[in-house]
């Protein structure tokens, strides 16, 4: 025979006393301990982007190829403006590459802004280990 409680909810099970042991009480969530968790995640990444964005993300460094010219087999004038804020100093990596698409040149040059200039004309040339047909600005950031 079971034994039945009139303050039993229909579908639940019913267990005989001291068959199981004792029933422990439902354990309370910690939400905060969550919440906690999910805030020091998001924290540390926006950290991480903020970081990468100014590292890598700098908008104010960007760089625009004017003309190249001076093509050989050992190298490749090229002239380009660079986004400098006044009287500061941008490092861009320069490259050349092949009628095949393969790099075969590659500097970096240091670009520096005089008093009241922000965009300065720079012209450098690329040494290459064979004849180039473009010469590009890769990128350009902040000296340090």
Same mark, same amino acid.
Request: charge should be positive; glycine fraction near 10%.
């Given at each position: 025979? @079971?034994? @039945?409680? +009139? !303050? !039993?909810?229909?579908?639940? +099970?019913?267990? +005989?006393?001291?068959?199981?042991?004792?029933?422990?009480?439902?354990?309370?969530?910690?939400?905060?301990?969550?919440?906690?968790?999910? @805030?020091?995640?998001?924290?540390?990444?926006? &950290?991480?982007? %903020?970081?990468?964005?100014?590292?890598? &993300?700098?908008?104010?460094?960007?760089?625009?190829? @004017?003309?190249?010219?001076? %093509?050989?087999?050992?190298?490749?004038?090229?002239?380009?403006?660079?986004?400098? +804020?006044?009287?500061? #100093?941008?490092?861009?990596?320069?490259?050349?590459?092949?009628?095949?698409?393969?790099? $075969?040149? #590659?500097?970096? $040059?240091?670009?520096?802004?005089?008093? &009241?200039? !922000?965009?300065?004309?720079?012209?450098?040339?690329?040494?290459?280990?064979?004849?180039?047909? %473009?010469?590009?600005?890769?990128?350009?950031?902040?000296?340090?």
């Amino acid at each position: 025979m @079971t034994e @039945t409680h +009139p !303050t !039993t909810t229909a579908g639940a +099970p019913v267990f +005989p006393p001291g068959r199981y042991g004792r029933r422990r009480e439902p354990r309370r969530q910690r939400r905060w301990l969550v919440a906690l968790l999910v @805030t020091a995640v998001v924290a540390a990444g926006v &950290g991480l982007a %903020i970081r990468l964005y100014q590292q890598y &993300g700098d908008p104010s460094y960007n760089a625009q190829v @004017t003309s190249y010219s001076g %093509i050989s087999d050992t190298g490749i004038d090229l002239e380009f403006r660079v986004n400098v +804020p006044e009287g500061g #100093k941008a490092l861009c990596v320069l490259r050349a590459r092949s009628r095949d698409g393969a790099e $075969v040149g #590659k500097a970096e $040059v240091q670009v520096a802004a005089s008093a &009241g200039d !922000t965009r300065p004309l720079t012209r450098y040339r690329l040494a290459t280990s064979a004849r180039p047909v %473009i010469g590009e600005v890769v990128r350009c950031r902040a000296a340090d």
